[in-house]
């Protein structure tokens, strides 16, 4: 398995601005996913950043809306940008320690999420 | 498309009965499934997964899970329900070689004394 921290572990933000989340691993891993959890739902990946590249966003998600870094294979930073109330979620990162190449299927780690609320 | 059902909202169990959480999925090509659980205010944490090889695996707090291709089904189970096993269960699965999880709506258990 892996340690994974986030940063901030919750934060209250008012509607219009900005808040970069972090996601800090304790050792190196190739992949590394933000899943969004809106109140009562399930998980939804937003994105797949893998060191390197530019991050592969899922459906209904976009890069100026959810901008992310991916400088080195132990850390990552999500942004929710122009946040509004509907922006109210819980913001999860995971690791694994696959290669992104086809036919490799690992398991994923999760950080223990940021609970964000925007007013 | 993927997909993942988790047809009950929510499971009530005795404290040592046993408990199954169901879990059936919609894939194309070979399916990986995973069980999470998620205990309030934290993040998820792994219970086993099937990639291959035994239908029948075990995990984590002694939690195991049945791979049925046929009912194309991965229902979580446990001999004896604990109060601590009181948490939202998440089924998940990854398909087409690569790990983008996708996940089920969510089980809640509630284990009563």
């Known amino acids: 398995s892996a340690v994974i921290s986030q940063k901030p572990s919750r934060d209250i933000c008012q509607r219009g601005t900005s808040l970069t989340i972090q996601c800090q691993v304790d050792?190196?891993?190739?992949?590394m996913f933000w899943y969004r959890q809106q109140p009562g739902q399930s998980l939804t990946l937003i994105a797949t950043?893998?060191?390197?590249?530019?991050?592969?966003?899922e459906s209904g998600f976009v890069i100026d809306k959810f901008p992310i870094s991916r400088p080195n294979l132990t850390f990552s930073t999500l942004t929710v940008s122009n946040m509004s109330p509907e922006d109210s979620s819980i913001y999860l990162c995971?690791?694994?320690?696959?290669?992104?190449?086809?036919?490799?299927?690992?398991?994923?780690?999760f950080g223990p999420g940021t609970r964000l609320t925007v007013l | 498309a993927q997909s993942v059902a988790q047809p009950e909202d929510q499971v009530n169990v005795a404290e040592g009965n046993p408990l199954t959480v169901k879990c059936t999925y919609s894939?194309?090509?070979?399916?990986?499934l995973f069980w999470y659980v998620q205990y309030p205010n934290r993040g998820l944490q792994f219970l086993l997964k099937?990639?291959?090889?035994?239908?029948l695996v075990k995990g984590s707090y002694g939690f195991e899970a049945e791979f049925n291709k046929s009912q194309t089904s991965f229902h979580l189970k446990k001999p004896s329900a604990l109060v601590s096993d009181s948490a939202l269960y998440f089924c998940?699965?990854?398909?087409?070689?690569?790990?983008?999880?996708?996940f089920g709506a969510g089980t809640r258990l509630a284990v009563h004394p």
């Open positions: 995971s690791v694994d320690r696959a290669s992104g190449l086809a036919g490799e299927v690992d398991t994923q780690y």
């Open positions: 050792s190196q891993v190739t992949m």
């Open positions: 950043a893998n060191q390197g590249s530019e991050a592969t966003y």
């Open positions: 894939v194309s090509g070979n399916p990986y």
């Open positions: 099937y990639i291959t090889g035994d239908n």
């Open positions: 998940a699965v990854a398909s087409g070689g690569y790990n983008k999880l996708i």
